[in-house]
């Protein structure tokens, strides 16, 4: 079953320098209870991919169904469907943990109880408790992609966007991610969309990979399916698969150092 | 859902000004100032029209405390879209129409609230008022902030950084206050100025709220006044929430 499936979605954006197209035509499918990781080079088109997805940007082209929603037509069941995570994430650093977790369960139309109830739930979930009555910027940058993603948990949603969650994480924190990433996957079956730049996080944690650059597909498969193809062999490695893929070269391994 | 999605923006933004209430007193500052130091100097001068000088000024200043402050409203945005606030808010299904006027409803309380401190200075100085007319004078304040807040707001969504949006504010707010008479008024100016003055939505506000202070409701001037506050809030919250649905900010 696809969870999101595309056809030749498009993003033009006018700047005064004339159109430039961020996306152009992407066909992609994804399906229910998978962990996607989604690639590509800086400026590929990754982020306004993921926030047309999260009816942020309307499409200038194309086509697309969110957990059984027309993107066009109807954005609000697409946001009932799906939880987003920006880059940037998303908490006022003067307000609260309990209460940004309490405003978000508002947001989504929980009566004042039901969003308290929930709040201390998340908490709970993602070891925030003892954070509650911290203003969110006092909180490390680990424990900030926890709040972060536990606002974006509020409606329980099928589906959830993490733009390079794992960006500016200590190893520790990033492994605890990535727990919890396989955790919600496994636990409640949700889907995961994420974007990274890491890829020992993609190896570790996608299922399946969906490579984009210039804002088209441009590979896609399980890691070892495109390390075979594209790397030469399943044991190489995904750097120099993806280096293979976008055509961007790799130093040569033996080249001489700048440093003498 | 508009109503408790409004109430819940409201609630938010107003606890944020009320965390800041040195920034919530700040405000008055410059008005204040110009009450204390300006004001005086009017008190013996022929500046036509009914009353003392202060129910010539007062109305002014606190225009100028709306026209200044919401103008400038747009500012706290800009600094939520870097924290991803906006975007957050954005993928709930909260009412974009909320999202604007949960925040101007808040604007238009903080105004209306540091109108009232500056209205009791204002009668520590000399203002005598009849109490309609200086109620009369908070509504239309609330009216203009309503405005110049929806319009900050939506060009504030639309700029991406800060030095973009402060120039542009003040390229407008400082002409406004100028034509508009809210220092002196208009009736004073050679006949050019005035006839200019009158393209200058504020001017209408202004006399309005001037005669309010002499206790003269049923006036044309008030008419004029209470169509042109009305009609522009009318267009500020469209323009705003059109900005509010549409834009990928």
């Not at chain 1, 299922?207 to 390390?227: F, H, M, N, Q, Y």
């Not at chain 2, 609630?11 to 410059?30: E, H, I, P, T």
Request: hydrophobic content about 45%.
């Amino acid at each position: 079953m696809a969870i999101i499936s595309t056809a030749g979605l498009a993003h033009t954006f006018r700047t005064k320098n004339g159109p430039v197209d961020a996306v152009r035509g992407l066909d992609l499918t994804v399906r229910e209870g998978e962990i996607l990781g989604f690639l590509g080079p800086n400026g590929a088109g990754k982020t306004t991919t993921l926030r047309m997805l999260t009816t942020l940007l309307a499409p200038t082209g194309g086509a697309a169904t969110v957990a059984g929603r027309d993107l066009v037509s109807d954005p609000a069941g697409v946001r009932r469907a799906c939880g987003y995570v920006a880059q940037s994430g998303g908490v006022d650093p003067q307000i609260t943990v309990r209460e940004e977790l309490v405003t978000q369960g508002r947001l989504y139309r929980l009566t004042k109880t039901q969003a308290t109830q929930r709040a201390e739930e998340l908490a709970h979930d993602l070891d925030l408790t003892e954070l509650l009555d911290r203003k969110a910027g006092a909180l490390s940058g680990g424990q900030r992609r926890r709040l972060d993603i536990a606002m974006a948990l509020t409606h329980r949603p099928a589906l959830l966007f993490l733009d390079e969650p794992t960006t500016g994480l200590d190893p520790g924190s990033r492994a605890d991610l990535w727990d919890l990433v396989r955790r919600l996957r496994d636990e409640h079956g949700t889907t995961v969309f994420l974007t990274t730049h890491y890829l020992d996080e993609a190896d570790a944690l996608a299922d399946r990979l969906v490579i984009v650059d210039r804002g088209t597909v441009v590979a896609e498969g399980t890691p070892s399916a495109l390390k075979l193809r594209h790397g030469g062999s399943i044991d190489a490695s995904l750097q120099d698969t993806f280096l293979a893929i976008t055509g961007r070269s790799a130093a040569p391994a033996d080249a001489t150092p700048v440093a003498v | 859902m508009l109503l408790h999605d409004t109430a819940l923006i409201y609630g938010r933004y107003l606890r944020q000004s009320l965390r800041s209430r040195f920034a919530l007193l700040f405000g008055v500052l410059m008005p204040l100032l110009y009450l204390v130091f300006f004001g005086p100097l009017l008190t013996d001068l022929p500046l036509g029209g009914q009353g003392s000088s202060w129910q010539l000024l007062v109305p002014g200043l606190l225009l100028q405390l709306g026209l200044f402050g919401a103008s400038f409203a747009g500012f706290s945005i800009i600094i939520e879209k870097g924290q991803g606030v906006v975007e957050r808010m954005r993928v709930t299904p909260v009412s974009r129409l909320a999202l604007l006027l949960g925040r101007v409803l808040r604007d238009a309380t903080v105004f209306v609230f540091q109108a009232v401190l500056l209205v009791l200075a204002a009668v520590v100085m000399g203002l005598r008022a009849p109490l309609p007319g200086v109620l009369i004078g908070f509504a239309f304040v609330a009216l203009l902030t309503v405005s110049l807040g929806s319009l900050s707001y939506a060009l504030a969504m639309k700029v991406s950084t800060p030095t973009e949006f402060g120039p542009t504010i003040n390229a407008v707010s400082m002409p406004s206050m100028l034509l508009s008479g809210l220092m002196l008024p208009m009736t004073l100016a050679p006949a050019w100025l005035d006839a200019l003055s009158h393209f200058m939505p504020f001017r209408y506000l202004v006399d309005a709220m001037r005669d309010a202070y002499v206790g003269s409701y049923a006036t044309t001037t008030m008419l004029y006044g209470v169509l042109v506050a009305v009609g522009l809030a009318a267009l500020s919250v469209t323009v705003g929430t059109r900005v509010f649905r549409t834009t990928g900010a």
